[in-house]
Every structure is written in structure tokens, then in C-alpha cells.
């Protein structure tokens, strides 16, 4: 049986470790896996969960997005992310996202599209954000993925929710740490009272392992139903945002009607950082 090559990026934690890990495992060993990352010294993570799997259906290589000769070589995306008004982010930031979450995924899809084309096999699978279901307009998915549609076999959009992964803990630690300063009061006051102690809520409530991800999460179902219902989006922007913004009381005891549908059994999350033991 010929095995199916499979090419994951940002491999060195979270849902690329997880992913990674659960194709290769499979029994009927249908799968290669190529684990890539920008950097192999963060390797160790990778190599203790990939197991008896290493060196037979998975391998692991240096690969970052940003960097054509790197891509070339392998033939690593690793998220970037902000958090806060756009007024106080720098130009250098934002490029910095673009150039990691858009471009390189560009420069990836120049590199491997050709070869799917002709072969006319392959799927590619974009892991994005629960931002494409709560917000009207996904760059990611409306620019990069569509024409993909048109000319690869297969692809699909896999829009994951608070997962806890250190990129999370991250984006969020540099939420709080934002300087406001440039933001006029009402924008600040509403990012730090509403924002954020909900982006807290809803990651304690509803927050995933990478390996939920790598399976399926049945709390989202009511999410991902109005995003079904409208696919422009905006019934689930109105029901989201009314719900944090203008109906506060109601929003926090609807996380408290889903911890108690999902215990007991479901590990707790908190955006806390980890004392070390």
C-alpha cells in the first residue's frame, strides 16, 4: 500500500504536535508525516509524544514559512498573533502577522500546488481561527483558500476555538500588556472590561487540548450552527457580540449552563500562567 505523504507546519506544540502525532499513529500506518518547524531545537515536545512512530511514519524537518530557500529545502508556519485596538499596534507588528499568517502561507501554496495540479491529487488543509465564524470577513480563507477550490482536489477549512496552546497564553499575556495610551477612553475601557475578561471567560469555558482539535469538539456545535444557518456571517456576529457586549449577565450564565453540560470529565483551562512544580 502506497503511503499518503503528509506535510504539517508548526509542529514544535500545540495542534501541529497534535496532528502530527494522531495521523501517524494511525494503525494502518496509511500515512507519512513530514513534521516540520522553524526552529529543531524545540523539538524535544515532538519527539517524546511521536514515540515508536518516529524515524517509521513520522520525520521531522526545519521549515519556515517566511523564508523561500527554507520552503524550497523541505518543500514552519508558526502562528503569529495581536490582540488590541489597532491604533496601538506598530506597522512592524502587523506586517510581522501578515508576513507569517497570509504570506506563508502563499509562498507554501506556491511551492506545492504545482505538483498537486499535475498529479490532480492532494488536499490541503487550512487550520484558521474561531475568528472566521465570529467575524463577517476571513482574509485568510476569502483570499488564499477560495481559488484554491478551483484547482486543488480538496480543501477545507478547519476554523479551531480557544485551544491551550502557549501561542494562546501568549497573544493573551500581550493583550493585557498593551499600552492603551493611543486609544481614546471608551476603546481602551471596552477592551479591558469587556474584551478581555471575556476572551478569559470563554477560554476557561469553552477551551480545547490540541488534541481535542485533532478530533472533533461537540461544545461548539451551537457556534458553528449560525455560522451554517448564515454563512455571510452576520447572524453570528449579531448573536455573539449582543450577547458580550449588551446582554453581559446572560452571556456569563450561558457558560456556566456548558460547564455543567460538559462535567465531569472535561479538563479545566485557565490563560493563568503555569508555576513551574
Not at 514552519?76 to 502577522?97: D, N, Y
Request: hydrophobic share 40%; net charge neutral; with cysteine.
Amino acid at each position: 500500500m502506497t503511503q499518503k505523504v503528509v506535510l504539517i507546519t508548526g509542529c514544535s506544540s500545540g495542534i501541529g504536535l497534535a496532528l502530527a502525532v494522531r495521523i501517524a499513529s494511525d494503525e494502518r500506518k496509511r500515512f507519512m508525516v513530514y513534521a516540520t518547524m522553524r526552529n529543531l531545537s524545540r523539538g524535544r515536545n515532538l519527539v517524546e509524544a511521536a514515540g515508536r512512530t518516529l524515524g517509521r511514519t513520522l520525520e521531522i524537518k526545519q521549515l519556515d514559512v517566511c523564508d523561500e530557500t527554507s520552503i524550497k529545502g523541505c518543500s514552519v508556519t508558526r502562528a503569529w498573533g495581536l490582540m488590541g485596538p489597532i491604533e496601538c499596534q506598530s506597522m512592524e507588528e502587523m506586517k510581522a502577522v501578515m508576513d507569517t499568517n497570509f504570506f506563508g502561507l502563499v509562498r507554501l501554496m506556491k511551492e506545492v500546488l504545482p505538483d498537486m495540479k499535475r498529479r490532480k491529487r492532494g488536499h490541503v488543509v487550512v487550520i484558521s481561527s474561531v475568528m472566521g465564524i465570529q467575524g463577517k470577513q476571513q482574509l485568510l480563507s476569502s483570499s488564499c483558500v477560495a481559488p484554491l477550490v478551483l484547482t486543488v482536489p480538496g480543501v477545507s477549512v478547519i476554523e479551531q476555538a480557544r485551544c491551550e496552546t502557549e501561542f494562546e497564553r501568549k497573544v493573551y499575556d500581550e493583550g493585557v500588556k498593551t499600552d492603551l495610551s493611543k486609544a481614546d477612553e471608551v476603546t481602551a475601557d471596552m477592551f479591558t472590561n469587556v474584551y478581555l475578561k471575556n476572551f478569559k471567560e470563554i477560554f476557561e469555558t469553552l477551551g480545547q487540548t490540541p488534541e481535542d482539535i485533532a478530533e472533533t469538539n461537540a461544545l461548539y456545535t451551537p457556534v458553528t450552527s449560525l455560522k451554517y444557518a448564515d454563512p455571510s456571517g452576520e447572524l453570528s456576529v449579531d448573536t455573539f457580540y449582543g450577547a458580550a457586549f449588551e446582554h453581559d449577565a446572560v452571556f456569563n450564565a450561558s457558560h456556566g449552563v456548558l460547564r455543567l453540560l460538559s462535567w465531569p470529565g472535561r479538563q479545566s483551562f485557565t490563560l493563568d500562567k503555569k508555576t513551574p512544580a
